[in-house]
């Protein structure tokens, strides 16, 4: 059972445990993904100003040896967001999705727009279609960068390798070895980040390899006004370039983009003061309906 007054617990939902930590104070926000490894990459200073719930999904779940792919679907997934606002008695909320979590806090948006405040998506591309990832090679092959492609090259070398070693984990070794991709610092060892985190590649490839992959996130955007913030790095080779949004930005009702110079595929981690500043600013207004 769940304690929703305590800071950390277990929601279970079809029989998958979703662990979740609340910290901070102020306006309240629903972190998706895995709740041990965002609550290492957003700032302390952050929760001064809000209380974040950080919530695992199905394919963070600890002890998940599912590999029913029916059990992934995306509507199941943002039922669970569902269940939980419910166990934390959230009547409105701020929904943070990174990466391919931010497709999971639109498409919940959408679902029910009557509880959230606005929609936080960071490091993601309108989709990750086969042309769109084209891009994302394109993007790196542009770079000048010499070093971080050879730094790259390198471990790609090593991925079959390491993945073949330890399958369980290939989700976290991809992100490890692509870290010339992922971080301004493309030297930088995140695996401090991603240490005790568990991962079901059945839901990974299913979720990241089909539903992302076809998922069109211009569907009911005709309908949904609420606020978004959409945070990019300049630097994000990981994903498909800021200009992929090019072509769907202006389908949103109210759409603010901002665009971090030093930073990759974590913004609110490489250049935390920065990324503060400018979601709370956003935020600000939003936040002023609960006062």
Request: aromatic share 14%; proline share 4%.
């Amino acid at each position: 059972m769940s304690d929703p007054n305590s800071n950390q617990g277990i929601l279970l939902s079809d029989g998958f445990q979703l662990q979740y930590k609340i910290e901070g104070k102020g306006i309240p926000a629903i972190v998706v993904g895995s709740s041990l490894y965002y609550d290492r990459t957003f700032s302390k200073e952050l929760r001064e100003h809000l209380k974040i719930y950080f919530l695992d999904h199905r394919g963070f779940a600890p002890s998940n040896s599912n590999r029913d792919k029916s059990t992934y679907e995306l509507n199941l997934l943002l039922e669970d967001i569902e269940l939980a606002r419910k166990e934390f008695g959230l009547e409105q909320f701020l929904i943070i999705g990174h990466s391919g979590h931010g497709f999971l806090a639109l498409e919940y948006a959408k679902k029910y727009p009557a509880r959230v405040l606005g929609v936080v998506m960071m490091c993601l591309a309108p989709s990750y279609s086969y042309a769109n990832h084209a891009e994302s090679e394109k993007y790196l092959a542009d770079s000048v960068d010499q070093g971080r492609k050879e730094f790259l090259a390198g471990n790609m070398a090593l991925l079959g390798k390491k993945i073949e070693e330890a399958p369980e984990k290939a989700f976290i070794t991809y992100c490890l070895l692509t870290g010339a991709k992922s971080w301004y610092d493309y030297k930088f060892d995140a695996s401090s980040l991603w240490e005790g985190v568990e991962v079901n590649m059945t839901m990974f490839d299913y979720v990241w390899g089909e539903v992302f992959r076809d998922i069109d996130i211009t569907q009911g955007l005709a309908e949904f006004h609420k606020p978004v913030f959409l945070a990019l790095g300049r630097y994000d080779f990981l994903v498909p370039p800021p200009y992929t949004w090019n072509a769907v930005r202006d389908l949103f009702a109210n759409l603010t983009v901002r665009i971090f110079e030093k930073s990759s595929h974590a913004p609110h981690f490489e250049e935390s003061q920065s990324f503060d500043k400018e979601l709370l600013d956003w935020s600000q207004g939003i936040g002023s309906v609960l006062k």
